[in-house]
């Protein structure tokens, strides 16, 4: 038996991380991811969703948007140098949300594994880092706090 994760599918479309990646941010998507998980599991494997949301670490020519991440520091290397715009509080608890749906859309869809990868770019864990990476002073929490976005968007 073997185990497939086709790739990182976006939760939300300005979190998309490239052109031709796979989404998991509305219903409408179900159907497909459930035909793409039917077919794994036709010929005995597994599949898993690993769910994702890119944050700075991509640009508006991918996305149609300007990024968004926890602060406004640009990703020279992935994004080429675009200034992501500062996530609000409550876009914060809606990227965490998201998360959750994309999970639960997962379960529906049928596949047998859901991974939440959480950025650099956009997890909690990013807003105990140095200014330097992070910037952002309005959300510094201790360590033991970065825990909270997956568990919360496990929830879901």
């Not at 185990?3 to 998309?16: A, Q």
């Not at 036709?42 to 890119?54: D, F, N, P, R």
């Not at 330097?132 to 929830?155: D, H, K, Q, Y």
Request: include cysteine; glycine fraction near 8%.
């Amino acid at each position: 038996m073997g185990l497939i994760i086709p790739e990182s599918m976006y939760t939300d479309p300005v979190g998309r991380g490239h052109i031709r990646q796979l989404g998991i941010y509305s219903d409408k998507l179900i159907p497909g991811l459930k035909r793409m998980a039917d077919a794994v599991h036709q010929h005995g494997a597994k599949i898993a969703s690993e769910l994702m949301y890119t944050g700075r670490e991509t640009s508006s020519y991918i996305t149609g948007f300007q990024p968004v991440a926890p602060s406004p520091v640009a990703c020279k290397v992935l994004a080429g140098g675009e200034a992501p715009r500062e996530l609000t509080k409550d876009e914060i608890k809606k990227l965490i949300d998201d998360y959750g749906e994309a999970a639960r859309r997962s379960v529906e869809a049928g596949f047998d594994l859901v991974e939440i990868h959480v950025p650099m770019a956009i997890s909690s864990v990013s807003s105990c880092l140095p200014l330097p990476i992070n910037g952002r002073t309005s959300m510094e929490a201790p360590l033991r706090t970065a825990c909270v976005f997956p568990w919360r968007s496990s929830r879901g």
